[in-house]
Nanobody
């Protein structure tokens, strides 16, 4: 499994960015696929995911709800995270992560831990 995130950068508060994650195979091959982030000095936290658990649902952390949109392009295969109204607290390295099979532990619909993580992309929100 290969996952490569891109699209990070420096953006002003209130700005937008779209992150992309190029995955090996087809995104429909993955049981779970999503985004996690890790801010400097903080633990990694989940952002959003698409999970086949319960028939296939997209979930968002409270911090992302209403501002971030997760989407998939099965033909590329790529998943995206469109981020709007970015805030300084969104500054973090964002990682794409995936499972080929279901994990055991889920939190609010997304895996607590994924089997595969890609290299991250840095998002810096600052004026």
């Amino acid at each position: 499994v290969q996952l490569q995130a891109s699209g990070g950068g420096l953006v002003q508060p209130g700005g937008s960015l779209r992150l992309s994650c190029a995955a090996s195979g087809r995104t429909s091959d993955y049981y779970n696929i999503g985004w996690v982030r890790q801010a400097p000095g903080k633990e990694r936290e989940w952002v959003s995911c698409f999970s086949s658990l319960n028939g296939g649902v997209t979930h968002y952390a409270d911090s992302a709800k209403g501002r971030f949109t997760f989407s998939r392009d099965n033909d590329r295969p790529t998943v995206y995270l469109q981020m709007k109204n970015l805030k300084p607290e969104d500054t973090a390295v964002y990682y794409c992560a995936a499972d080929l099979i279901s994990g055991v532990y889920y939190y609010r619909g997304c895996p607590v831990k994924y089997d595969h993580y890609g290299r991250g992309t840095l998002v810096t929100v600052s004026s």
